[in-house]
């Protein structure tokens, strides 16, 4: 008897620092995600709060550079850009502005005058990966999933200004990093990686966001660089941001945009 008792204390002796150990880590990685959460709180404020999270929709006009390994290709394209949350999307191209494309759930079309067409899959698979990790969704989806986790990752630097660094973990073990200005807490950038059906390597997107006007009541970037694997592969100029547009009870309608083209 006494030799079980020396046996279960012992057992009992070593697995109280192991308790303790697991509790001062719970307690670390749930201060870490409160300090997540925070940075990301203030974000959402910076954005416009309420009025950011209940846009109605959002318009952006400019012009597009392409990049061909970090080289600019010759001449910009002219580009007005229409989101309504969650997945109504419209861009037109082109002074004439007679080259559109929408994405509409899970689908995308193309308009020109030559007629309507479904636009090729890894075209919308791009665009679709994009808004599926856009800061936009991360705060409005997975931030509100109590499975997601938060990461605080300190402070790092995004074109010369210093950034808080957090990442989002859905509960499909996808992730979105965000970093935020320390002194305006508006983003900076957002990574996110995903693999490559055909060649199953890793890719990193990013855009980062710079140039920030009030519209309206609302910061708007008016400069986006966007990246792959940390090369530049476009640079959006905007010259005009509206929020809350009135848009034509057709706006979203592929047929009505056809019948719109072949007018012309």
Known sequence: MRRVLAVALAVVVLAVPQAVRTQASDDV???NAKKARATLDA?????GGAAWLNM???MRQGHIAAFFHGQPDMGTTDFWEFHSWPDHDRIEFSKHRDVLQFYLGREGWEVTYRGKKALPKDIVDDFLRRRDHSIETAVKVWLKDP?????????HVVERHLADQVTLISAQNEAITILTDKQTHLPLRRNFQWRDPEFKDKNTDGEEYDDYHMVNG???PFSITRFKNDEV???YYIDRVEFNRALPADFW???AA???????
């Open 43 to 47: 974000m959402v404020q910076a954005l």
């Open 258 to 264: 056809d019948r719109r083209i072949k007018k012309k």
């Open 233 to 235: 592969i476009r640079q």
């Open 29 to 31: 990685a749930a201060q």
């Open 56 to 58: 109605q929709n959002q």
């Open 218 to 220: 609302l910061p708007a």
């Open 147 to 155: 499975k997601t986790i938060l990461i605080y990752e300190g402070q």
């Open 253 to 255: 309608d592929v047929d």
